[in-house]
């Protein structure tokens, strides 16, 4: 039995740049289960806080512990970027690329990528250039690439915030997929409805700190702060 | 106007005909550009990729002092190559000057800024565009420099293209340390200077299209290497 490597949890965060504290201090942890998604208005700090979670930002003090020494979890934990990064590949050598960098052999790491392309309807596009696809296109083949290594925790960070509702929807569903499959899911979006449609349980950041946690109908029914309350009766929260 | 139509339809003649001199110069003066772009190339695109991936203490300042090598007169190259294979040179003893070895070295200095600052900043803006995704897969140092050189590659060839631009139409620095002579070391340029000094404009003209065909030529190719960047066939 492989130790599993949740929950993940952050002490006393702070990020800076510049001198300038960004995030933090943040206490928090990601439990085992569940689909949590940040909210909070732009320069919040949630690109930041799943920055620092998923290992891509230096802390200037506090720490973030997994269950098991982070180097065994590297392979085990997937990042969605708000802008999805297409290698100046096809789209079969963009979703082969971390399979093989991790010892795949090449005949099998194609075989799954034209199966993951196939799932996320990509399935004609796989000789295409990545760079060359759409929007919407580009933010699935980014998702297949983090789910295709079955990860433990997947992050993203606003990954529908520029597409259109139908590729939205399409990213939804593939989204439900994956948790029903196990797969734990950290995902900032400030769209409310989305929120509303996948959150099992809220994280409200302001400021760069958390000021709220709680399981989502508690979240949308009563929030406990009053810019939770206000954002979610669509006034500017600042 | 009539003597240099003749020159023209003359010049134009000896490249259809394949003139033996025309041949020979124009042989010569590829051979020594392209060694020189082969071993350029060689120090230039690595250093330039290292230079856009490692943080060290005095990065910036290399990258300047690149960038002011690039701007290096080729006359001033030749003088100082010129003095250092100069029989009363440090390396004297090799007994290079006026030899293709003494253009080939020339030709080095004079492109290897050119090539490692456009490799520089090729993977440089492909580091850019990478560096998260990269460090997300918690690639290895070599894993990264593998896959930028790789999916920077038509970039690098560019870079390459470009300085063999440069050389095949460079004039100073050979002319000093090569001496442009006959059957040795006359290439296109040197040789156009001579025959222009000499009023021979026949064959001047003739070298003349044929270093015009050969930047067309390169020209073509970087266009084509852009092209198909965005059509993704290699
Ligand atoms: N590269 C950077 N340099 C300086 N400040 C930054 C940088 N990136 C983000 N910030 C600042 O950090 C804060 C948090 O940013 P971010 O985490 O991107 O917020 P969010 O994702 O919630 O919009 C903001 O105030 C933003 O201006
Ligand atoms: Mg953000």
């Not at chain 1, 949630?46 to 620092?52: D, E, H, S, V, Y």
């Not at chain 1, 003090?61 to 990064?85: E, K």
């Not at chain 1, 082969?96 to 960098?101: D, E, K, S, V």
Request: charged content about 15%.
């Amino acid at each position: 039995m492989v130790k599993p490597i949740l929950p993940l949890t952050m002490k006393g965060g702070v990020i800076k740049r510049r001198g300038k504290i960004l995030l933090g201090p943040v206490d928090f942890t990601v439990s085992a289960q569940g689909f949590t998604i940040v909210m909070g208005p732009n320069g919040a700090g949630k690109t930041t806080l799943l920055r620092a979670l998923h290992g891509l930002e230096k802390l200037a003090a506090g720490r973030v512990d997994w269950q098991v020494p982070v180097a065994d979890t590297l392979q085990r934990q997937a990042f969605v970027f708000q802008t999805p990064i297409m290698l100046r590949r096809s789209v079969r050598d963009n979703l082969a690329y971390p399979l093989i960098l991790h010892g795949m052999p090449k005949a099998q790491a194609h075989a799954m990528a034209a199966d993951w392309a196939a799932r996320v309807g990509l399935g004609a596009a796989l000789d295409q250039q990545a760079p060359r696809l759409s929007g919407g296109e580009k933010q699935k083949l980014a998702l297949a690439r983090a789910l295709m290594r079955n990860p433990d925790i997947v992050f993203l960070d606003e990954p529908c915030a520029s597409l259109d509702g139908r590729a939205t929807r399409e990213i939804e569903t593939i989204l439900k997929t994956a948790q029903a499959d196990g797969t734990r899911i950290l995902m900032s979006t400030h769209d409310i409805g989305q929120a509303k449609r996948l959150a099992s349980d809220i994280v409200f950041l302001m400021h760069g700190q958390i000021i709220e946690t709680a399981q989502a109908q508690a979240f949308f029914n009563a929030p406990k702060t009053r810019q939770a309350a206000a954002l979610l009766k669509g006034e500017i929260v600042e | 106007m009539g003597e240099i139509w003749q020159g023209l339809v003359a010049g134009l003649w000896l490249v259809v005909t394949m003139d033996a001199d025309l041949v020979n110069i124009t042989l010569r003066s590829l051979q020594v550009t392209l060694s020189a772009v082969v071993i350029a190339s060689a120090i230039g695109l690595p250093f330039g990729a290292w230079l856009a991936i490692r943080r060290f203490r005095h990065r910036r300042t290399t990258i300047a002092l690149l960038n002011a090598l690039m701007g290096l007169p080729p006359v001033v190259v030749g003088l100082v190559v010129y003095l250092l294979l100069s029989r009363s040179g440090p390396f004297g003893v090799f007994g290079l000057l006026f030899t293709p070895t003494a253009m080939i070295i020339a030709q080095v200095i004079i492109i290897t800024p050119l090539i490692a600052s456009i490799a520089h900043q090729a993977v440089r803006d492909l580091w850019a565009e990478y560096h998260d995704l990269l460090l997300s897969f918690s690639t290895t140092k070599r894993q990264r420099i593998m896959t930028l050189l790789w999916d920077g590659r038509r970039a690098l060839m560019t870079a390459s293209l470009a300085g063999f631009g440069r050389a095949i139409g460079e004039v100073g620095a050979i002319m000093i340390v090569g001496g442009n002579i006959d059957n040795a070391t006359r290439v296109l340029t040197t040789a156009i200077a001579l025959e222009t000094g000499k009023g021979d404009f026949a064959l001047a003209l003739g070298l003349g299209f044929v270093l015009i065909g050969l930047a067309i030529a390169v020209n073509i190719a970087t266009h084509m290497i852009g092209r198909t960047e965005s059509e993704g066939k290699w």
